[in-house]
């Protein structure tokens, strides 16, 4: 009943709401704002002096979910009748494969992990807060890392270059949501005995507050842009072909900067990650009621020893074809028409998104031939030839010149930048396609230009801005920024890209789809139209058709 009772908090309208003193509130003693929901208030952490904006952190937007809400759909936030002031909050629980093993012990030292992590940080201009101005849009952020690592709170994701770039004309939402094991344990059991892919649903609840509650501090409910990088990408085009499109996303537009991940369909495989973990976790045989009544560091030991199982470029964990929530792999999804097609899109790769996930020592055909075959074991021999076709042999006169290059090209291809060609294609006239070639061109490398900043903030001690044309301002990063800030605000990213910056912007185009997609190029000269070499048309295709399952 409760539960009922707060969706229906979330449904009230404003004028209704206010006997419940909904709202913001400024304190007489620190000056800062108190956000009063249904079920908690919460004080503003953080107020930016110079760029004038507000930072409200850790706000649950559901309830811990541990014991029986383990793999299970978030449930509402538990009542808290004391003032938060956002320093309760946690990341949600990590782990990383073999090759990045080395950033385990710094994520933990960031940020305490626990299974009490479904909190949400918002940045609002001060404007906004102040009632000056109403129904500004909103940019959502999802972060990305595998879906097995990462936090809303990573060093590098603030929001506030955004809101200078959009002249405080946004307002920045970015929640955790969950990872490894704990978000995206799947397979038949799971399916027949809790929720897969919870994460998904955890992401959407965090949506779901924004829909609910983002009128408070002068949000616009309905002009949601959702936004994120890798796994945080690869979930937004999960959402969009959710229960076949039946299942409306709650955003109007969308940035998927490298979605990325691995189509995981089969049951067996899925079945076997699942027997692993349950093993692991002293649970063989028991389901889900013998691994929800274990503690969190049984589980976190099981989480992370079958992650660090992962073969070379792989994490494990991810979304799967779950007949609920994702009925189909999405490319698969997009090509069939079941998809949601009320949303405009902006689309992005970087020019070598397959490297950091090759295995260097990959040399011989026959370590290639090997790979395939324990990447797909599904495939017959004539599927491994139709793929080896795809990606022939290297040599002299070949596609390719060595198999690292070979493999490299399969992986960025079918993890990550045909991706960005199924949605162009799913939604033309309605979609923008960035190549960011800037070298190394690696996964990940866009982050640093999109979340560039040049303020230093240390609580209200100390807060430094450095503004110098064409170095710190006014250059390539703010340059792409204000692509990103300009679609989140109108849906096209060239109406308030910037001008005299250095190098100068140029007209984005929109995607078109033919042998390549039609792209505005970002290298380290700035600015150009191309045609995407990362996205061919017969290799796409492939991929897209599903022919490679073997179902």
């Known amino acids: 009943m409760r539960g009922a009772l707060w969706f229906l908090a979330g449904l009230i309208p404003s004028a209704i709401a206010a006997p419940l003193s909904l709202g913001l509130k400024f304190s007489t003693t620190n000056g800062l704002p108190t956000l009063t929901l249904p079920y908690a208030s919460y004080t503003a952490s953080l107020y930016d002096v110079t760029d004038d904006y507000y930072t409200f952190k850790n706000i649950r937007?559901?309830?811990?979910?541990?014991?029986?809400?383990?793999?299970?759909?978030?449930?509402?936030?538990?009542?808290?009748t004391k003032v938060q002031d956002g320093k309760v909050g946690n990341q949600c629980m990590q782990a990383t494969p073999p090759q990045f093993f080395v950033a385990y012990p710094i994520l933990q030292s960031l940020e305490p992990a626990s299974e009490d992590c479904l909190f949400l940080d918002i940045q609002v201009p001060g404007k906004a807060v102040r009632g000056e101005v109403k129904n500004l849009p909103v940019l959502f952020w999802l972060f990305g890392g595998g879906y097995v690592l990462g936090s809303k709170s990573f060093l590098l994701y603030d929001g506030s270059p955004f809101l200078k770039s959009s002249g405080n004309n946004l307002i920045y939402v970015a929640p955790n949501y969950r990872l490894g094991a704990f978000g995206f344990l799947n397979g038949p059991t799971v399916e027949a005995q809790g929720i897969a892919n919870a994460a998904f649903w955890d992401q959407r609840a965090a949506?779901?507050?924004?829909?609910?509650?983002?009128?408070?501090?002068?949000?616009?409910?309905?002009?949601?842009?959702?936004?994120?990088?890798?796994?945080?990408?690869?979930?937004?085009?999960?959402?969009?072909?959710?229960?076949?499109?039946?299942?409306?996303?709650?955003?109007?537009?969308?940035?998927?900067?490298?979605?990325?991940?691995e189509p995981l369909f089969d049951p067996a495989r899925l079945n076997k990650q699942y027997q692993t973990f349950e093993n692991m976790a002293g649970c063989k045989g028991l389901g889900l009621a013998?691994?929800?009544?274990?503690?969190?560091?049984?589980?976190?030991?099981?989480?992370?020893?079958?992650?660090?199982?992962?073969?070379?470029?792989?994490?494990g964990y991810g979304p799967a074809v779950d007949h609920g929530f994702v009925r189909d792999l999405p490319g698969i999804e997009l090509a069939k028409g079941n998809y949601f097609k009320d949303v405009t899109v902006l689309l992005?790769?970087?020019?070598?998104?397959?490297?950091?996930?090759?295995?260097?020592?990959?040399?011989?055909?026959?370590?290639?031939?090997?790979?395939?075959?324990?990447?797909?074991?599904?495939?017959?021999?004539?599927?491994?030839?139709?793929?080896?076709?795809?990606?022939?042999?290297?040599?002299?006169?070949?596609?390719?010149?060595?198999?690292?290059?070979?493999?490299?090209?399969?992986?960025?291809?079918?993890?990550?930048?045909?991706?960005?060609?199924?949605?162009?294609?799913?939604?033309?006239?309605?979609?923008?396609?960035?190549?960011?070639s800037f070298p190394p061109g690696i996964h990940g490398f866009d982050l640093i230009f999109a979340f560039w900043r040049t303020d230093l903030n240390i609580g209200q001690l100390l807060q430094i801005d450095i503004d110098i044309d064409f170095l710190t301002q006014k250059n390539l990063a703010t340059g792409f920024q204000s692509y990103l800030t300009s679609f989140v605000r109108t849906g096209d990213?060239?109406?308030?890209?910037?001008?005299?910056?250095?190098?100068?912007?140029?007209?984005?185009?929109?995607?078109?789809?033919?042998?390549?997609?039609?792209?505005?190029?970002?290298?380290?000269?700035?600015?150009?139209?191309?045609?995407?070499?990362?996205?061919?048309?017969?290799?796409?295709?492939?991929?897209?058709?599903?022919?490679?399952?073997?179902?």
């Not at 559901?62 to 759909?73: E, F, I, S, Y």
């Not at 009544?293 to 992650?307: D, E």
């Not at 700035?526 to 179902?551: E, I, K, L």
Request: hydrophobic share 40%; net charge neutral.
């Open 348 to 436: 992005g790769h970087m020019s070598n998104e397959g490297i950091l996930f090759t295995d260097p020592m990959i040399i011989f055909n026959s370590q290639v031939d090997t790979l395939l075959k324990s990447n797909f074991p599904q495939a017959t021999t004539k599927i491994l030839n139709d793929i080896e076709s795809q990606y022939p042999d290297p040599g002299l006169f070949s596609t390719f010149f060595t198999n690292f290059d070979r493999v490299s090209t399969l992986i960025g291809e079918y993890v990550v930048t045909c991706n960005t060609r199924y949605l162009a294609a799913a939604y033309p006239s309605k979609s923008w396609a960035y190549q960011f």
């Open 207 to 261: 949506f779901q507050w924004v829909q609910d509650y983002i009128y408070l501090l002068g949000g616009d409910k309905a002009t949601v842009t959702a936004m994120g990088e890798s796994a945080g990408a690869g979930s937004i085009m999960h959402h969009l072909t959710a229960q076949s499109g039946t299942l409306a996303p709650l955003f109007k537009r969308a940035i998927l900067m490298s979605p990325a991940f």
């Open 61 to 80: 937007f559901a309830a811990p979910p541990v014991g029986d809400l383990r793999w299970a759909k978030p449930a509402p936030p538990l009542t808290e």
């Open 493 to 551: 990213p060239n109406t308030y890209r910037e001008s005299g910056s250095f190098p100068p912007t140029t007209s984005f185009p929109k995607a078109t789809v033919g042998n390549g997609v039609t792209v505005l190029d970002i290298d380290m000269f700035g600015y150009s139209v191309a045609t995407d070499p990362d996205t061919p048309a017969g290799r796409c295709a492939y991929w897209q058709s599903g022919a490679w399952t073997g179902r």
């Open 290 to 315: 013998c691994l929800r009544s274990k503690s969190t560091s049984i589980l976190q030991a099981a989480n992370l020893g079958s992650v660090l199982q992962s073969p070379y470029g792989q994490f």
